[in-house]
């Protein structure tokens, strides 16, 4: 798709440093270096598609022990913005808080937008807009 051609390239391994960010739980979680087939999905609470598409996302997560799932929330006002759209959706995977720098290094224009990265760190897959369960399933394997 045209609009995912400014989005990281499928096959770029991502930089050897670690990327940290905090949770909605006070906790730090890497982006990178997992060592584990890791969905980072960016999205924002104001996101009318993320609100319908997340979801799908929390099934993958919930049926599939063999797959990381991180959700990293970026364009929000604050941290109560974050919190109550993770309510509303009851979400159990972590939630990261996002920053200007992760948005730019990620290159995320739209919402949503996820990466699927393997074990070694490379990006396997990627997209932007609404994903199902399936299609999401099907760009981890």
Request: charge should be negative.
């Amino acid at each position: 798709m045209i609009r995912e051609t400014s989005m990281l390239t499928t096959g770029e391994a991502l930089a050897k440093q670690d990327i940290w960010l905090k949770t909605l739980d006070n906790k730090t979680i890497a982006l990178t270096n997992i060592n584990k087939t890791t969905v980072v999905y960016f999205f924002a609470p104001w996101c009318e598609i993320c609100h319908v598409s997340i979801s799908n996302l929390q099934s993958l997560y919930e049926k599939n022990e063999h797959i990381n799932v991180i959700a990293v929330a970026l364009d929000y006002i604050d941290k109560k913005e974050v919190s109550e759209f993770t309510s509303q959706h009851q979400l159990t995977f972590p939630i990261a808080l996002g920053s200007e720098q992760v948005k730019s290094q990620f290159k995320v224009k739209g919402y949503p937008s996820y990466y699927v990265i393997d074990e070694e760190n490379t990006i396997i897959a990627k997209s932007m807009g609404y994903s199902s369960e399936i299609g999401l399933l099907l760009r981890t394997l």
